[in-house]
Structures are given as structure tokens and as C-alpha cells.
Nanobody
């Protein structure tokens, strides 16, 4: 129902900045919600930020440093990451939540993009 293509990952130094992009194959207004998750080696996948038509949620660990936003005209969601720390190192995944007419929720995922923060 929706394809997600991520870009923007890479290697940055501590304190640096990076912007991730996720392009969706359909209009964002047709998507119930979108989110960024991350997964570090040996760790569970963690919700980083989520956005829908009425609210934005950020994980406590990234508040004040990360910003989630969308450009509806470009079908694109962004994650602006500032003041990066080594513990931000992970594979970052784009997520889309769809809800059918009969109320069934489903999740779709991008392939992931690697973010590495080094000293």
C-alpha cells in the first residue's frame, strides 16, 4: 500500500548534524501517522519520533536535539538530528501507519539507513 525510501545516513562526528529523509509513494495526508525508529546492534528497535495530523512525539533521549517534520507536497518526512552523540549510532527506519476503512491498522517500513557518530 505504501513504499518508503530513506536517505541521508552517514558518518558524522560527535556534536555534528545530519538530516534523514523518507519519501513515501503516496500522499502523506492519506497516511494515518509516520515515525522514525532506530535499532542499535544487539538492541530492540526503538521509537525515536512520531508525527500525525494533530501531534508530535519525541523520545526523551532526543528531545531538544532532534526535530521531525513533513513536506506534504514532496511526500517526504524528515528527521533533523543535531548535537549528535555516540549513543545515536543505529540503523534508522522510516515507518508508516495505515488504517483501513474497517479500522485495521498496518505498518510499513523502509529498508533503513545507517547513522554512525564517532569521536
Amino acid at each position: 500500500q505504501v513504499q518508503l525510501v530513506e536517505s541521508g545516513g552517514g558518518l558524522v562526528q560527535v556534536g555534528g548534524s545530519l538530516r534523514l529523509s523518507c519519501v513515501a509513494s503516496r500522499r502523506i495526508f492519506t497516511i494515518h501517522a509516520m515515525a522514525w525508529y532506530r535499532q542499535a546492534p544487539g538492541k530492540q528497535r526503538e521509537l525515536v519520533a512520531r508525527i500525525n495530523s494533530s501531534s508530535i512525539n519525541l523520545a526523551d533521549s532526543v528531545k531538544g536535539r532532534f526535530t521531525i517534520s513533513t513536506d506534504n507536497a514532496k511526500n517526504t518526512m524528515y528527521l533533523q538530528m543535531n548535537s549528535l552523540k555516540p549513543e545515536d549510532t543505529a540503523v534508522y527506519y522510516c515507518n508508516a501507519e495505515l488504517v483501513t476503512t474497517n479500522g485495521v491498522r498496518s505498518d510499513y517500513w523502509g529498508q533503513g539507513t545507517q547513522v554512525t557518530v564517532s569521536s
